[in-house]
Protein backbone atom coordinates (compact mmCIF):
# COMPACT_ATOMS: atom_id res chain seq x y z
CA UNK A 1 0.00 0.00 0.00
CA UNK A 2 1.13 3.82 -1.10
CA UNK A 3 0.78 4.59 3.12
CA UNK A 4 3.06 1.75 4.05
CA UNK A 5 5.92 2.70 1.07
CA UNK A 6 5.53 6.43 2.44
CA UNK A 7 5.96 4.98 6.31
CA UNK A 8 8.73 2.88 5.22
CA UNK A 9 10.53 6.17 3.57
CA UNK A 10 9.78 8.15 5.98
CA UNK A 11 11.94 5.59 8.41
CA UNK A 12 14.66 5.16 5.99
CA UNK A 13 15.23 8.70 6.09
CA UNK A 14 15.44 9.61 9.38
CA UNK A 15 17.83 6.44 10.43
CA UNK A 16 19.92 7.99 7.20
CA UNK A 17 19.95 11.56 9.14
CA UNK A 18 20.36 9.90 12.27
CA UNK A 19 24.05 8.01 11.13
CA UNK A 20 25.13 11.32 9.63
CA UNK A 21 24.89 13.09 12.54
CA UNK A 22 26.70 10.42 14.36
CA UNK A 23 29.19 10.28 11.76
CA UNK A 24 29.67 14.02 12.16
CA UNK A 25 29.72 13.94 15.88
CA UNK A 26 32.81 11.61 16.06
CA UNK A 27 34.79 13.48 14.14
CA UNK A 28 34.13 16.56 16.04
CA UNK A 29 34.73 14.95 18.88
CA UNK A 30 37.74 13.24 17.93
CA UNK A 31 38.72 16.64 16.44
CA UNK A 32 38.64 18.45 20.04
CA UNK A 33 39.00 15.33 22.36
CA UNK A 34 40.96 12.68 20.70
CA UNK A 35 44.68 14.42 21.77
CA UNK A 36 43.90 14.76 25.00
CA UNK A 37 41.99 11.33 25.77
CA UNK A 38 44.79 9.94 23.90
CA UNK A 39 47.49 11.25 26.72
CA UNK A 40 45.13 10.75 29.69
CA UNK A 41 44.88 7.20 28.27
CA UNK A 42 48.48 6.88 28.29
CA UNK A 43 49.46 8.32 31.73
CA UNK A 44 46.74 6.13 33.42
CA UNK A 45 48.35 3.19 31.60
CA UNK A 46 51.54 4.33 32.89
CA UNK A 47 50.80 4.24 36.53
CA UNK A 48 48.77 0.34 35.86
CA UNK A 49 49.48 -2.77 35.76
CA UNK A 50 50.12 -2.24 32.04
CA UNK A 51 52.75 -0.21 31.99
CA UNK A 52 55.12 -3.14 30.03
CA UNK A 53 52.56 -2.17 26.71
CA UNK A 54 53.44 1.31 26.85
CA UNK A 55 57.31 0.32 26.88
CA UNK A 56 56.49 -1.30 23.83
CA UNK A 57 54.84 0.66 21.99
CA UNK A 58 57.21 3.51 22.73
CA UNK A 59 59.97 1.29 21.16
CA UNK A 60 57.68 0.88 18.32
CA UNK A 61 56.94 4.49 18.25
CA UNK A 62 60.80 6.01 18.58
CA UNK A 63 61.66 3.33 15.43
CA UNK A 64 58.01 4.58 13.63
CA UNK A 65 59.24 8.40 14.32
CA UNK A 66 60.01 9.42 11.12
CA UNK A 67 56.82 7.89 9.47
CA UNK A 68 55.34 11.32 9.14
CA UNK A 69 58.07 12.90 7.28
CA UNK A 70 58.70 9.68 4.91
CA UNK A 71 54.86 9.28 3.21
CA UNK A 72 52.70 8.55 6.42
CA UNK A 73 51.02 5.18 6.85
CA UNK A 74 47.81 6.07 4.80
CA UNK A 75 44.77 3.12 5.15
CA UNK A 76 42.84 2.65 2.16
CA UNK A 77 40.32 0.34 4.50
CA UNK A 78 40.17 3.62 6.32
CA UNK A 79 39.66 6.32 3.72
CA UNK A 80 36.70 4.28 2.32
CA UNK A 81 34.47 3.44 5.38
CA UNK A 82 30.73 3.76 5.13
CA UNK A 83 31.12 6.71 7.64
CA UNK A 84 32.73 8.95 5.67
CA UNK A 85 29.49 8.75 3.04
CA UNK A 86 27.26 9.60 5.77
CA UNK A 87 30.20 12.26 7.08
CA UNK A 88 29.64 13.90 3.30
CA UNK A 89 25.95 13.69 3.02
CA UNK A 90 25.44 15.81 6.08
CA UNK A 91 26.35 18.82 4.48
CA UNK A 92 27.14 17.89 1.77
CA UNK A 93 30.31 17.80 0.38
CA UNK A 94 31.33 17.71 -3.44
CA UNK A 95 34.56 17.82 -5.00
CA UNK A 96 34.75 19.29 -8.43
CA UNK A 97 37.51 18.68 -11.48
CA UNK A 98 38.04 21.82 -14.09
CA UNK A 99 40.87 20.38 -15.79
CA UNK A 100 42.76 16.72 -16.04
CA UNK A 101 46.49 15.99 -13.89
CA UNK A 102 48.69 14.40 -15.34
CA UNK A 103 49.98 11.64 -13.13
CA UNK A 104 53.56 11.74 -14.55
CA UNK A 105 53.98 15.32 -12.37
CA UNK A 106 53.76 16.04 -9.08
CA UNK A 107 51.23 18.75 -7.50
CA UNK A 108 51.01 20.58 -4.11
CA UNK A 109 47.38 21.85 -3.80
CA UNK A 110 46.98 25.17 -2.05
CA UNK A 111 43.60 24.64 0.14
CA UNK A 112 41.60 27.66 1.04
CA UNK A 113 39.78 29.10 2.94
CA UNK A 114 40.89 26.99 6.50
CA UNK A 115 37.68 27.74 8.07
CA UNK A 116 37.36 26.80 11.62
CA UNK A 117 38.43 23.17 11.39
CA UNK A 118 39.20 22.54 7.63
CA UNK A 119 36.30 19.94 7.18
CA UNK A 120 36.37 20.02 3.61
CA UNK A 121 39.79 19.60 3.05
CA UNK A 122 39.52 16.20 5.11
CA UNK A 123 36.52 14.80 3.70
CA UNK A 124 37.80 15.30 -0.12
CA UNK A 125 41.31 14.81 0.69
CA UNK A 126 41.90 12.55 3.91
CA UNK A 127 39.14 10.13 2.77
CA UNK A 128 37.71 8.71 -0.29
CA UNK A 129 34.47 9.64 0.05
CA UNK A 130 34.02 12.41 -2.72
CA UNK A 131 35.50 10.00 -5.24
CA UNK A 132 38.97 11.74 -5.04
CA UNK A 133 40.55 8.21 -6.73
CA UNK A 134 37.98 8.46 -9.24
CA UNK A 135 38.12 11.77 -10.54
CA UNK A 136 41.89 11.88 -10.62
CA UNK A 137 43.06 8.76 -11.41
CA UNK A 138 46.67 7.60 -10.46
CA UNK A 139 47.25 10.85 -8.07
CA UNK A 140 47.96 9.77 -4.33
CA UNK A 141 46.55 12.75 -1.90
CA UNK A 142 48.52 13.89 1.21
CA UNK A 143 46.94 15.96 3.42
CA UNK A 144 49.38 17.70 5.65
CA UNK A 145 49.16 18.84 9.21
CA UNK A 146 51.23 20.56 11.87
CA UNK A 147 54.24 18.30 13.23
CA UNK A 148 52.84 18.65 16.66
CA UNK A 149 50.09 16.56 16.51
CA UNK A 150 52.58 13.43 15.35
CA UNK A 151 54.20 13.50 18.92
CA UNK A 152 50.92 12.36 21.06
CA UNK A 153 50.98 8.68 21.43
CA UNK A 154 48.29 6.68 19.69
CA UNK A 155 46.76 10.18 18.21
CA UNK A 156 49.66 9.81 15.80
CA UNK A 157 48.66 6.85 14.61
CA UNK A 158 44.68 8.04 13.94
CA UNK A 159 46.13 10.44 12.06
CA UNK A 160 48.48 8.19 9.85
CA UNK A 161 45.43 6.04 9.00
CA UNK A 162 43.94 9.01 7.89
CA UNK A 163 46.25 9.53 5.21
CA UNK A 164 47.94 12.56 7.02
CA UNK A 165 51.86 13.63 6.82
CA UNK A 166 53.65 16.65 8.74
CA UNK A 167 53.68 19.50 6.92
CA UNK A 168 57.45 20.42 7.49
CA UNK A 169 60.54 20.98 4.95
CA UNK A 170 61.69 17.61 5.26
CA UNK A 171 58.18 15.54 4.62
CA UNK A 172 57.19 17.78 1.33
CA UNK A 173 60.77 17.31 0.15
CA UNK A 174 60.47 13.71 0.29
CA UNK A 175 56.93 13.61 -0.80
CA UNK A 176 57.45 15.47 -3.96
CA UNK A 177 61.27 14.68 -4.73
CA UNK A 178 61.70 10.80 -3.14
CA UNK A 179 57.95 9.28 -3.45
CA UNK A 180 57.78 8.79 -7.11
CA UNK A 181 55.02 10.92 -9.43
CA UNK A 182 51.76 11.23 -9.28
CA UNK A 183 51.57 12.71 -5.64
CA UNK A 184 49.50 15.57 -4.54
CA UNK A 185 50.62 17.26 -1.11
CA UNK A 186 47.79 19.24 0.23
CA UNK A 187 48.63 22.07 2.46
CA UNK A 188 46.34 24.39 4.14
CA UNK A 189 47.81 27.35 3.53
CA UNK A 190 46.09 30.32 5.75
CA UNK A 191 46.92 27.98 8.84
CA UNK A 192 45.63 28.98 12.47
CA UNK A 193 46.09 32.61 11.47
CA UNK A 194 43.46 32.54 9.07
CA UNK A 195 41.03 30.40 11.45
CA UNK A 196 40.65 33.55 13.39
CA UNK A 197 38.96 35.52 10.67
CA UNK A 198 37.19 32.38 9.54
CA UNK A 199 33.16 34.49 9.29
CA UNK A 200 30.12 34.03 7.06
CA UNK A 201 29.54 36.06 4.32
CA UNK A 202 33.81 36.93 4.56
CA UNK A 203 36.42 35.51 2.23
CA UNK A 204 39.33 36.60 4.47
CA UNK A 205 42.48 34.46 3.15
CA UNK A 206 46.24 34.57 5.30
CA UNK A 207 48.32 34.49 1.95
CA UNK A 208 49.90 37.44 1.11
CA UNK A 209 53.35 36.65 3.31
CA UNK A 210 52.85 32.77 2.99
CA UNK A 211 55.24 32.42 0.44
CA UNK A 212 56.61 28.83 1.82
CA UNK A 213 54.66 26.26 -0.25
CA UNK A 214 55.98 28.70 -2.90
CA UNK A 215 59.83 27.90 -2.29
CA UNK A 216 58.89 24.09 -2.03
CA UNK A 217 56.99 24.02 -5.48
CA UNK A 218 60.24 25.69 -7.19
CA UNK A 219 62.52 23.17 -5.58
CA UNK A 220 60.94 20.31 -6.37
CA UNK A 221 59.62 21.26 -9.57
CA UNK A 222 55.68 20.62 -8.42
CA UNK A 223 52.76 22.11 -10.22
CA UNK A 224 50.73 24.75 -8.10
CA UNK A 225 47.09 23.74 -8.12
CA UNK A 226 44.47 26.88 -6.19
CA UNK A 227 41.97 24.99 -4.44
CA UNK A 228 39.32 26.50 -3.15
CA UNK A 229 36.11 25.32 -0.99
CA UNK A 230 33.19 27.48 -1.25
CA UNK A 231 30.98 27.20 2.14
CA UNK A 232 33.92 26.22 4.63
CA UNK A 233 33.28 29.47 6.10
CA UNK A 234 29.98 29.18 6.38
CA UNK A 235 29.62 25.30 8.56
CA UNK A 236 30.20 27.08 11.92
CA UNK A 237 30.02 30.32 13.46
CA UNK A 238 32.78 32.07 16.19
CA UNK A 239 32.61 34.44 18.63
CA UNK A 240 35.32 37.38 17.54
CA UNK A 241 36.93 39.21 20.40
CA UNK A 242 37.60 43.15 20.53
CA UNK A 243 41.21 43.89 19.01
CA UNK A 244 43.26 44.75 22.23
CA UNK A 245 40.88 42.54 24.55
CA UNK A 246 42.51 39.68 27.39
CA UNK A 247 40.43 37.04 25.26
CA UNK A 248 41.99 38.12 21.86
CA UNK A 249 45.34 39.02 23.69
CA UNK A 250 44.63 35.17 24.64
CA UNK A 251 43.56 33.53 22.00
CA UNK A 252 47.27 35.16 20.23
CA UNK A 253 49.27 34.03 22.92
CA UNK A 254 47.74 30.75 22.35
CA UNK A 255 48.81 30.66 18.79
CA UNK A 256 52.24 31.07 19.13
CA UNK A 257 53.15 28.81 22.25
CA UNK A 258 50.91 26.05 20.66
CA UNK A 259 50.51 26.45 16.61
CA UNK A 260 46.72 26.43 16.47
CA UNK A 261 44.26 29.39 17.33
CA UNK A 262 41.54 28.47 19.90
CA UNK A 263 38.96 29.80 18.26
CA UNK A 264 35.79 29.69 20.16
CA UNK A 265 32.70 28.86 17.56
CA UNK A 266 28.82 27.22 17.88
CA UNK A 267 26.87 25.74 15.20
CA UNK A 268 23.63 23.95 15.88
CA UNK A 269 22.86 21.53 18.32
CA UNK A 270 23.03 17.45 17.87
CA UNK A 271 19.07 17.14 17.83
CA UNK A 272 18.11 20.59 16.91
CA UNK A 273 18.67 22.73 14.29
CA UNK A 274 17.15 25.60 16.48
CA UNK A 275 19.56 25.64 19.35
CA UNK A 276 23.46 26.03 19.26
CA UNK A 277 25.75 23.51 19.54
CA UNK A 278 28.95 21.84 18.17
CA UNK A 279 27.35 20.39 15.41
CA UNK A 280 28.14 22.20 12.12
CA UNK A 281 25.63 23.43 9.81
CA UNK A 282 24.38 22.21 7.31
CA UNK A 283 25.65 23.62 4.32
CA UNK A 284 27.08 22.41 1.12
CA UNK A 285 31.02 22.92 1.04
CA UNK A 286 31.82 22.50 -2.96
CA UNK A 287 35.64 22.01 -3.36
CA UNK A 288 36.89 23.67 -7.08
CA UNK A 289 40.36 21.99 -7.80
CA UNK A 290 41.80 25.11 -10.21
CA UNK A 291 44.26 24.80 -13.07
CA UNK A 292 47.59 23.86 -12.82
CA UNK A 293 50.26 26.11 -12.42
CA UNK A 294 53.63 24.78 -14.46
CA UNK A 295 56.77 25.09 -12.12
CA UNK A 296 60.42 24.66 -13.24
CA UNK A 297 62.75 22.88 -10.97
CA UNK A 298 65.03 25.57 -9.07
CA UNK A 299 67.65 24.59 -6.87
CA UNK A 300 67.92 28.11 -5.82
CA UNK A 301 65.14 29.99 -6.46
CA UNK A 302 65.93 33.62 -5.59
CA UNK A 303 63.25 35.84 -3.81
CA UNK A 304 62.16 37.85 -7.20
CA UNK A 305 61.39 33.91 -8.40
CA UNK A 306 59.17 33.42 -5.41
CA UNK A 307 57.53 36.46 -5.42
CA UNK A 308 57.02 36.52 -9.35
CA UNK A 309 55.34 32.65 -8.86
CA UNK A 310 53.29 33.71 -5.66
CA UNK A 311 51.82 36.53 -7.45
CA UNK A 312 50.57 33.83 -10.53
CA UNK A 313 49.41 31.73 -7.84
CA UNK A 314 47.20 34.60 -6.18
CA UNK A 315 45.79 35.79 -9.78
CA UNK A 316 45.03 32.19 -10.46
CA UNK A 317 42.98 31.56 -7.22
CA UNK A 318 41.37 34.82 -7.80
CA UNK A 319 40.64 33.65 -11.38
CA UNK A 320 39.23 30.32 -9.86
CA UNK A 321 36.78 32.17 -7.15
CA UNK A 322 35.65 34.22 -9.21
CA UNK A 323 34.72 31.86 -12.00
CA UNK A 324 32.50 29.96 -9.67
CA UNK A 325 31.24 32.15 -7.11
CA UNK A 326 27.78 32.61 -8.74
CA UNK A 327 27.25 29.27 -9.23
CA UNK A 328 28.03 28.18 -5.22
CA UNK A 329 25.71 31.22 -4.11
CA UNK A 330 27.44 34.42 -3.75
CA UNK A 331 27.33 37.75 -5.20
CA UNK A 332 28.70 39.11 -8.37
CA UNK A 333 30.15 41.71 -5.77
CA UNK A 334 32.03 39.34 -3.77
CA UNK A 335 35.58 39.64 -3.61
CA UNK A 336 38.82 38.15 -1.81
CA UNK A 337 40.44 39.69 0.54
CA UNK A 338 44.23 38.76 1.27
CA UNK A 339 46.02 39.61 4.47
Not at 17 to 38: A, D, K, M, N, R
Not at 103 to 130: E, K, L, Q, W
Not at 327 to 334: A, C, I, P, S, W
Amino acid sequence: PIEQREERRKHNGLYTEILQILSVLQWILSFLLLGPVCILLITWIVYSQLWPLIAIYVIWMISDWKTPERGGRRSVWMSRWSMWKYFRDYFPIKLHKTVELDPRHNYIFGYHPHGIMSIGAFCNFGTDSTGFSQVFPNLKPHLTTLSGNFKVPLYRDYLLAAGMCSVTHSSIDYLLSCHGSGNVVVIVVGGAAEALNCSKNRHILTLKKRKGFIKKALTNGAFLVPVYSFGENEVLRQYHFEPGSWKKSLQELFQQWIGFAPCVFFGRGIFSSSSRGIMPLRRAINTVVGKPIPVPRMKNPSEQQVDAYHTLYIDSLQQLFNAHKERFGLQQTDSLLLV
